[in-house]
Nanobody, 126 residues
Framework: QVQLVQSGGGSVQSGGSLTLTCVIA????????MSWYRQAPGKEREFVSR???????DYADAVRGRFTASQNSAQNVVYLQMNSLKPEDSAMYYC????????????????????WGQGSQVTVSS
């Protein structure tokens, strides 16, 4: 089982910045691709960003150009830097493991289960 531990988040005014951190606390042979999701009250959980084990990243249209996903593979940590925050960015943010990844020797690997972090609250006031 893979354990994810999140930190960061908080309350900022519109236009401010926050950084979320997700530590992959379980050492596995498979370095997994990671994603960020968010869920606002009364809404469904939605995709925010994905960062692959090779560092390639993708973003939802709503955050592209404002959010940046990155990773420190050596320390099993992924980050979500959020700039120019808007009130509509307010939500609980979750990191998630994807099922695909790479082994230390560069081969491909897969997990059968997705794992989620415990969530980080982000509140942006206008």
């Amino acid at each position: 089982q893979v354990q994810l531990v999140q930190s960061g988040g908080g309350s900022v005014q519109s236009g401010g910045s926050l950084t979320l951190t997700c530590v992959i606390a379980t050492i596995t042979y498979c370095r997994l691709d990671m994603s960020w999701y968010r869920q606002a009250p009364g809404k469904e959980r939605e995709f925010v960003s994905r960062i692959d084990s090779d560092g390639g990243a993708d973003y939802a249209d709503a955050v592209r150009g404002r959010f940046t996903a990155s990773q420190n593979s050596a320390q099993n940590v992924v980050y979500l830097q959020m700039n120019s925050l808007k009130p509509e960015d307010s939500a609980m943010y979750y990191c998630k493991t994807e099922k695909s990844g790479v082994t230390p020797d560069g081969g491909s690997c897969r997990q059968t289960t997705n794992y989620w972090g415990q969530g980080s609250q982000v509140t942006v006031s206008s």
